[in-house]
């Protein structure tokens, strides 16, 4: 062993065989028992494994001494010496190797020569002279024919550059240390040939043929004999010589020097072997097969070559499809199978490279190779035609073409994978890969740990699928450690893999790794694209529209969303479309832990920061936006100075587009957007958009987010000492408290919210809480006190120029009026509010308006005015998908038609409308409804199931504190009590089930 010039003492004969053989696989683990082999053979002594020890011991100190401690490491069941390639000749030699061999396909020819030359001059004797082990000798061998091996490659190479005068020095000296390689004596006679020298070559001629005679007892190779029969004609194929006339120009050589003799042509063969676990996909092998699939006596001449391009992003088992059916289709493609793994090429084209070796692959060798692309496409496409082969492109980089790649003939079949969907090839069938359910997850798990492990953790099972994301190169990952693992439980795995920052590390097992496949694609961005991906992963919302693309990266929408497709593209993001929204975009969870981690490497802590203040802000903004449209400016709600990130006003329309479609779609990310901001410590910006959302939560019933939100909001505002959102947020779960009609708790909120607002002056603020404190005295009863705080309320609201604050305190007002009998004060004032509406375009008031005039309507027995009103409403609240609205005005329906004497379809309605409240957690409708069917009920003779209703809708209207309409249910189960006694003896039996009578 050197160091630079320096030569190393490595120690006694076992030290150096163990060296050896540790070199000969260097970067892979050897096992004892093959060291052990080494050094004593088929008799080992019986404390062969401690000497082994020892000279382990040995050769570590050593490495030691020359600056390299951790070179050889323990790793069962042996030992791995860990050296860089450039550190170890023999791997030197063939990396060098194989990159010469690639100039000389892309025709490089001099530079393929030069290669050789550098990679040969690694040598520096025989390999590993003076060892004796058998095992070692052995590799001795294979190495010296590698080294043999390309000195012809490189003479031939000389010679096909015109360097034959200066190669006959070292050929003469080759033929005598090698005379059994016929390729060297033909190369001797052919550089003698062309060096003018012809009776030189036909004597090296001789010499050949009489020892080949005396050393094997055989005549040369038909290639030397023909050489020999050229040479002596002078066949110009040979080339020109330097005997030949200056004036005329030389004729191109049709001749190289002879290849080694080939066994008989086999039909090629070229596919890696189907995984025996394979599972799923039968659909898309289905569409494969009817694709490419033909019988023997199919003609398709009249029909285009059928291409199947299967796409999809890294790791989904893209290849494993393509080779499972390729082998599917073998015997209907019986010309053969051509196969390329095209991984490696990054953003080189290696097209010629890949079409020699297809070439070679169907016959074609040495000069018969053409140099040029097009030229070996035109010689392969001819090979092909009429043909059934079938050609797999597998893991074809999306930049590089493959059409020079493709057969011409109809005959022929092609199946490509690749990242993108490579749809500028005309006519090809996309097949695209998504990942696993939760099914086919756990049956690859099955068949990779067995079904008693899985069945035994059923649990932890499909914890680790999801953890995977369904993802198949990950689930091979951890079916590969699980199974070789049998002591390992799911649970412990299953644990590990819940630590995001540490996730990607465990994905890997003996030469799998999913981190790579990843950075394979991430590598593949322009800068601009690797940032966006970076950023991205600071979205943590299921998934996301293409504006905030732009928001992460402060620039247009238009520039942000065509490198966001590039992602696309590159399926490093994913496309969700969802019935009536517009496209959305997700990270797979897999690739966003990786997208995190290159965000920690790149990004400073301060871009992104700006970049999530840049996003949330743009929530807010569009948020706020779509609050504008619902009600016609900013009324009824309250904004803070938290920063937004804005864009053109025409652009923010075209995003939001119907704002009850807008925020059904958003709900889920504008949620996780006030997670993110509390825990960024944005409580402005947090607050605002909770507040923000309320038109949202109410009038869809979202009340767990609408609780969550709010109780985020306040703590972050509590901790930066944020009175006015601790007001706000106070305000807020007060409304919900009000809305599920817990009226305590609601008051409660509401004087809290009163006092913060009245300490910091923000009279907007203290007249949306006198609004729905108001409402709850009017529940309770407390005229006076409703009146008192509805005026309070209505000064302010109309000095802050909050008109649709304004309106709704109107229609409240009315309420009163008609509970009084002053139907016209409440005509008055109801009409006052719709102007309103009208002019601000606030169609979720306008409705609530029109529902109050039905009520109107119905108590003055209008039923005719009611109707209309009422049908007005539903196609509001349904346009604007206000539920809870919808549910109120189905109430009414219901009661119009009980009016009308149409009680059985009143019982239809009121019962819909009584599911439809249970299950939004309207329980002042849901005793409503109660109540009206148990009025229906008694009116038709049903005294007992009346009387069911109206202990239901009592208890209900107690425990929510509406004296006014518990004293009504009352009065009614007074009059059922007067029923026959059959009857009323049931009503008292259901009345013991129900618990205490209210009075």
């Not at 049709?254 to 080694?260: A, D, L, V």
């Not at 000064?795 to 009163?816: F, P, Q, S, T, W």
Request: proline residues 5%; negative net charge; charged residues 25%.
């Amino acid at each position: 062993m050197t160091i630079g010039d320096r030569s190393v003492n490595l120690g006694g004969a076992r030290q150096r065989t163990v060296l050896a053989v540790l070199g000969l696989n260097a970067n892979r683990v050897v096992p004892v028992d093959q060291l052990i082999d080494a050094v004593w053979g088929a008799d080992p002594p019986t404390t062969a494994r401690s000497q082994i020890q020892i000279c382990i011991s040995a050769l570590r100190r050593i490495f030691q001494e020359i600056g390299h401690p951790e070179a050889i490491s323990t790793r069962p069941p042996g030992y791995l010496l860990q050296l860089p390639p450039e550190h170890v000749d023999s791997l030197q030699f063939t990396a060098q190797l194989a990159d010469a061999r690639r100039q000389a396909d892309a025709g490089a020819k001099a530079e393929a020569s030069a290669t050789l030359t550098a990679a040969l001059a690694l040598w520096r004797g025989a390999a590993l002279s003076g060892i004796s082990s058998d095992q070692v000798q052995r590799a001795a061998t294979v190495l010296e024919d590698q080294r043999l091996t390309a000195v012809e490659e490189r003479i031939q190479l000389d010679l096909e550059l015109g360097r034959h005068q200066e190669v006959i020095l070292e050929l003469r000296a080759l033929v005598v240390e090698q005379p059994m390689r016929e390729r060297l004596h033909a190369y001797l006679m052919l550089a003698l040939y062309r060096c003018g020298r012809q009776a030189d070559a036909l004597a090296a001629a001789r010499r050949a043929r009489e020892i080949l005679a005396e050393e094997l007892g055989l005549d040369p190779g038909a290639e030397l004999q023909h050489l020999e029969r050229a040479i002596l004609q002078r066949d110009p194929s040979l080339g020109p010589t330097d005997e030949a006339s200056p004036a005329a120009p030389p004729p191109a050589p049709r001749w190289t020097p002879p290849q080694p003799r080939l066994p008989t042509p086999v039909l090629p063969r070229q596919l890696p072997a189907s995984i025996t676990d394979f599972v799923g996909r039968d659909d898309q092998l289905d569409q494969i097969r009817q694709v490419l699939g033909r019988s023997p006596d199919d003609d398709r001449d009249h029909r285009g070559m059928p291409v199947v391009v299967i796409s999809g992003m890294d790791g989904v088992g893209k290849s494993s499809l393509a080779i499972r059916a390729a082998h599917e289709l073998g015997e209907q493609y019986p010309d053969g199978q051509l196969y390329a793994d095209m991984h490696t090429w990054d953003r080189q084209d290696r097209s010629a490279e890949l079409l020699a070796r297809f070439l070679r692959a169907l016959g074609v060798t040495g000069s018969a190779i053409p140099d040029g692309v097009e030229e070996r496409g035109e010689l392969y496409r001819s090979m092909l035609s009429g043909k059934r082969m079938l050609v797999v492109l597998d893991d074809v980089p999306p930049e590089l073409p493959v059409l020079p790649l493709l057969p011409g003939s109809s005959s022929c079949g092609v199946i490509i994978a690749s990242r993108l969907r490579l749809t500028g090839l005309p006519g090809v069938r996309q097949i695209d890969l998504d990942v696993f359910d939760l099914q086919q997850s756990l049956q690859m798990l099955t068949g990779m740990v067995g079904r008693d492990r899985i069945v035994a953790d059923r649990a932890d099972a499909a914890e680790l699928a999801d953890l995977c994301g369904g993802l198949p190169l990950a689930l091979r990952i951890t079916g590969a450690r699980l199974a070789s693992r049998p002591h390992w439980r799911l649970g412990g795995l299953v644990h590990r893999l819940r630590d995001e920052a540490k996730r990607l590390d465990e994905f890997t097992h003996h030469g799998l790794e999913l981190r790579s496949s990843i950075r394979l694609a991430y590598r593949a961005l322009d800068a601009k694209a690797q940032r966006l991906f970076r950023l991205c992963s600071l979205l943590r919302a299921p998934d996301f529209p293409g504006w905030t693309a732009a928001a992460l990266l402060d620039c247009s929408t238009g520039e942000a969303e065509d490198i966001l497709e590039s992602l696309v593209d590159a399926r490093l993001v994913d496309i969700v479309q969802y019935p009536y929204t517009s496209v959305r975009y997700r990270l797979h969870d897999l690739i966003r832990v990786y997208a995190a981690e290159k965000l920690a490497e790149e990004e400073t802590d301060q871009d992104s920061a700006a970049a999530l203040a840049r996003v949330l802000g743009g929530w807010l903004a569009l948020a706020e936006a779509a609050h504008q449209i619902d009600y016609g400016g900013n009324y009824t709600t309250l904004h803070g100075g938290a920063q937004r990130w804005t864009m053109p006003p025409e652009e923010a329309a075209r995003q939001i587009g119907d704002p009850a479609d807008w925020w059904e779609a958003e709900r889920r990310a504008l949620a996780v957007a006030v997670r993110q901001a509390a825990e960024a410590g944005l409580s402005e910006l947090c607050w605002d958009l909770s507040l923000t959302m309320i038109s949202l939560f109410e009038s869809k019933g979202y009340f767990d987010d609408w609780r969550e939100c709010t109780n985020l909001a306040y703590q972050a505002a509590e901790r930066d000492g944020n009175r006015i959102g601790m007001a706000a947020m106070r305000y807020s779960l007060g409304t919900l408290y009000l809305f599920q009609s817990r009226l305590a708790e609601a008051d409660d909120c509401f004087a809290t919210a009163l006092e913060m607002f009245r300490a910091e002056g923000l009279e907007h603020g203290c007249a949306l809480v006198l609004r729905n404190a108001a409402h709850i005295d009017g529940l309770r009863g407390d005229v006076e006190s409703m009146l008192g705080k509805y005026a309070a309320s209505l000064d302010i609201m109309r000095r802050v120029g909050d008109r649709i604050g304004e309106a709704h305190i109107m229609r409240n007002l009315a309420k009163y009026r008609m509970d009084e009998g002053d139907y016209q004060g409440a005509t008055e004032l109801l009409d006052q509010a719709l102007v309103i509406c009208e002019q601000t375009g606030c169609l979720r008031v306008q409705a609530q308006v029109l529902h109050r005039f039905a009520e109107v309507h119905l108590a003055t027995g209008r039923l005719d005015l009611a109707k209309p009103c009422l049908h007005q409403v539903l196609r509001i609240v349904r346009d604007t998908g206000d539920r809870i609205g919808e549910t109120h005005a189905l109430y009414s329906l219901g009661l119009l038609r009980h009016r009308e004497g149409r009680s059985d379809d009143a019982e239809v309605i009121l019962g819909h409308t009584l599911e439809r409240a249970r299950s939004l957690g309207e329980r002042l409708v849901e005793a409503r409804c109660r109540f009206s069917l148990g009025e229906i009920a008694l009116a038709t003779g049903r005294a007992e199931a009346g009387a069911a209703h109206l202990w239901e809708a009592a208890e209900l209207f107690g425990r929510l504190g509406s004296t006014f309409w518990q004293e009504r249910a009352n009065l009614l189960l007074a009059k059922a009590d007067q029923l026959a006694p059959p009857v009323a003896e049931g009503v008292a039996a259901w009345a013991g089930l129900a618990g205490n009578r209210p009075v």
